[in-house]
């Protein structure tokens, strides 16, 4: 069956860099358009940056872009985010999801595979 695993996650100081990972078995990881999410406490879980199934197209939300890169290595089946100059806003729990096809939903309700989570977290 499809898994996402993540990794990555822990505590950082405001400022820092952390890099998630995700490895995606179980699928044509190649077909899958890849994407990072997030959820903090007491919030509804939002879209944080999505990746072609090339890894030629990327979309992010405001507030992470030039902080945030998403990458993929399609042979190892692994998703990237990269996440430098870090804010205590960005403390949450993080998840990879993965839709089949080509289009860059920012929206959760379209991504059919969910990772388990990995917790960020962001002190001041």
């Known amino acids: 069956q499809v898994q996402l695993v993540e990794s990555g996650g822990g505590l950082v100081q405001a400022g820092g860099s952390l890099r998630l990972s995700c490895a995606a078995s179980?699928?044509?990881?190649?077909?899958?358009?890849m994407g990072w999410f997030r959820q903090a406490p007491g919030k509804e879980r939002e879209f944080v940056a999505t990746i072609s199934w090339g890894g030629s197209s990327t979309r992010y939300r405001d507030s992470v872009k030039g902080r945030f890169t998403i990458f993929r290595d399609n042979v190892k089946n692994v998703v990237s985010l990269q996440m430098n100059s870090l804010k205590p806003e960005d403390t949450a729990v993080y998840y990879c999801a993965g839709v089949r096809g080509s289009f860059l939903y920012s929206s959760s309700d379209r991504y059919d595979y969910w990772g388990q989570g990995t917790q960020v977290t962001v002190s001041s």
């Open positions: 179980g699928l044509t990881f190649s077909n899958y358009v």
